[in-house]
């Protein structure tokens, strides 16, 4: 059974910074997409940043250029390295696993932006 367990946030005022982290437990990691989502109150879930087995990225366009998505294969850990935060950023951030069988997600994590 695939787990994934977030970290890292909370209240930061806008323009600092917040890095989330995901931890898999259940499955061979590195083959499979890792992912960050988040949803605002009112809002639909919406993509943040992913990154491919080979490291390949992508990101949604409200956070090009502030985020940062990376993985750790041998920790079974994928990472969201947010800089440059805006109160829009508000939201619970979610993290999913995808590929073959699985699209799991986590429980989330509530980052919330404000002065």
């Known amino acids: 059974q695939v787990q994934l367990v977030e970290s890292g946030g909370g209240l930061v005022q806008p323009g600092g910074s917040l890095k989330l982290s995901c931890a898999a437990s259940g499955t061979i990691f590195s083959i499979y997409v890792m992912g960050w989502y988040r949803q605002a109150p009112g809002k639909q879930r919406e993509l943040v940043a992913t990154i491919t087995s080979v490291y390949t990225t992508n990101y949604g366009d409200s956070v090009k250029g502030r985020f940062t998505i990376s993985r750790d294969n041998a920790k079974k850990t994928v990472y969201l390295q947010m800089n440059s935060l805006k109160p829009e950023d508000t939201a619970v951030y979610y993290c999913?696993?995808?590929?073959?069988?699985?699209?799991?997600w986590g429980q989330g994590t509530q980052v919330t932006v404000s002065a």
């Open positions: 999913n696993l995808r590929g073959g069988p699985f699209n799991n």
